[in-house]
């Protein structure tokens, strides 16, 4: 079946320093979303990400979509404390389904 | 805001029992999911539910488990018989339309078996 991994598993950085995490699919997706889940807290939808190659920033995140639809990253700028969390990406699988990624949790160091 | 609403937040069962776990979608949402996730690991799909039928499932939603819309509110995941697992959070979400839209996650139910 469908997979959505992402890397890496864990990431720790200092505050202000740069983070990304990437997302493959094994098949092409008609769109990508992106979530964040903050230690104990629930999914909240970042955004989506419908055409090939399509770049979208929101303050100091940035998100990707590739050429081929198969793989989009998410790049935050100067971290803060704020940032912490699990990073999810979720791709539609069939007709009524989201796969979410494996997920990237983002530990930032003050 | 409008908001997903999940009871109870956190339920501890014994093995073999049966729960039910309840969500109050956003109200007019269209479509409902059901998706788990066992501690520090991923969200993963069980059940998506639209016009008062079950859409898609996945594997892990075999016959121990179902999904009920009983009114105009509610939308429930019902455990027949709880097995050790099972333990995890239940997310409900909803949304709006289906494959292009924002998924709206209540802030789940904690399952522990006993």
């Known amino acids: 079946g469908q997979q959505v991994m992402q890397i890496p598993q864990y990431q720790h950085v200092q505050e202000g320093e740069d983070f990304t995490t990437y997302c493959n699919s094994s098949t092409t997706l008609s769109n990508i979303q992106w979530y964040k889940q903050r230690p104990g807290g629930h999914p909240v939808f970042l955004i989506q990400?419908?055409?090939?190659?399509e770049v979208k920033k929101q303050k100091r995140l940035t998100f990707q979509f590739g050429e081929a639809k198969k793989n989009s990253s998410l790049h935050i700028t100067a971290t803060q404390t704020t940032d912490v969390g699990t990073y999810f990406c979720a791709g539609p699988s069939g007709t009524y389904k989201y796969i979410f990624g494996t997920g990237t949790r983002l530990k930032v160091l003050a | 805001e409008p908001e997903v609403t999940q009871t109870p937040s956190h339920q501890v069962t014994q093995m073999g029992q049966e729960v039910i776990l309840r969500c109050v979608p956003i109200?007019?949402?269209?479509?409902f999911y059901w998706y788990r996730q066992i501690l520090g690991q991923k969200v993963e799909f069980l059940v998506s539910?639209?016009?008062?039928?079950?859409?898609?499932k996945s594997e892990i939603f075999d016959d121990q488990f179902s999904v009920e819309r009983p009114d105009g509110s509610n939308f429930t995941l019902k455990i027949r018989s709880t097995k050790l697992e099972d333990s995890a959070m239940y997310f409900c979400a909803s949304s709006l339309i289906g494959m292009a839209g924002e998924l709206f996650f209540g802030e789940g139910s904690r399952l522990t078996v006993l």
């Open positions: 539910f639209y016009n008062n039928e079950i859409s898609e």
């Open positions: 109200s007019n949402h269209l479509y």
């Open positions: 990400l419908v055409k090939s190659g």
